[in-house]
């Protein structure tokens, strides 16, 4: 299947840092990106749908000005958690959709681990 | 409110048995289900895919089915092996093209040698 890949695959900051976490779509372009978090135990809880040249939709509760995503071209989106707090820290998951393989599968990147100190 | 529900938090079986997970959900109206496996730390990785229209699907030693009268799907590995250990999550398909997936929080289940 379709190969998405993130970078970092965990990262430790200090709280009030920014952290940029990238998604890219290695064997396919991707008009569509999704940023999912999901905390232990928990389910993948959508973020955010990110669209290729225009701004994301984000989903109720998560603040815009605090997850900044930005997908600059058809292989990647970045998403930047901005003055990030241990409440941040989670499982940062990006998916995409492979329009070869009929637009319903989304296909996960191996997720990032956040921790904030 | 609108929930998914997955039938238990954790399964345990023996090797060479079938599994069966539940997948329940309430006020949604899915275009689709998906099944998905997780393992620790990792992203989830695609299994299945079941329209509203469609009863069973197959793939190998895993089965689908859907029953969007009782609101629910069952998902059976048969012959489970070691290697099946994981957590299975449910997703459904809401909100017309743009088919965003809503998650259940996932079976973790255990195949014992």
């Known amino acids: 299947g379709a190969v998405v890949s993130q970078h970092p695959s965990?990262?430790?900051?200090?709280?009030?840092?920014?952290?940029?976490?990238?998604?890219?779509?290695?064997d396919f372009q991707a008009t569509t990106m999704f940023w999912y978090?999901?905390?232990p135990k928990q389910s993948l809880m959508l973020m955010a749908t990110s669209n290729e040249g225009s701004k994301a939709t984000y989903e109720q509760g998560v603040e815009k000005d605090k997850f900044l995503i930005n997908h600059?071209?058809?292989?990647?989106s970045t998403l930047t958690v901005t003055s990030a707090h241990p409440e941040d820290s989670s499982f940062y998951i990006c998916s995409a959709r492979d329009?070869?393989?009929?637009?319903?599968?989304?296909?996960?990147?191996?997720?990032?681990?956040?921790?904030?100190? | 409110s609108q929930k998914i529900e997955q039938n238990s938090e954790a399964l345990n079986i023996q090797e060479g048995k079938t599994?069966?997970?539940?997948?329940n959900y309430t006020n949604y109206s899915p275009a689709y289900l998906q099944w998905y496996r997780q393992d620790p730390g990792r992203g989830p990785v695609f299994l299945l895919l079941i329209r509203e229209n469609e009863k069973e699907k197959r793939k190998?030693?895993?089965?689908?089915?859907?029953?969007?009268?009782?609101?629910?799907?069952?998902?059976?590995?048969?012959?489970?092996?070691p290697a099946d250990s994981a957590t299975y999550l449910c997703a459904?398909?809401?909100?017309?093209?743009?088919?965003?997936?809503?998650?259940?929080?996932g079976t973790k289940l255990s195949v014992k040698p």
Request: glycine fraction near 10%.
């Open chain 1, 10 to 26: 965990r990262v430790i900051c200090k709280s009030g840092t920014s952290v940029k976490i990238e998604c890219r779509s290695l």
């Open chain 1, 37 to 39: 978090r999901q905390f």
């Open chain 1, 72 to 76: 600059a071209s058809l292989t990647l």
């Open chain 1, 99 to 117: 329009p070869r393989g009929g637009w319903e599968t989304q296909y996960f990147g191996p997720g990032t681990r956040l921790l904030v100190l």
């Open chain 2, 19 to 23: 599994a069966t997970l539940t997948c």
């Open chain 2, 60 to 81: 190998e030693r895993l089965k689908v089915t859907f029953d969007t009268t009782l609101k629910q799907s069952l998902f059976h590995i048969t012959a489970s092996q």
């Open chain 2, 92 to 105: 459904l398909a809401i909100g017309g093209s743009q088919g965003n997936l809503i998650f259940g929080k």
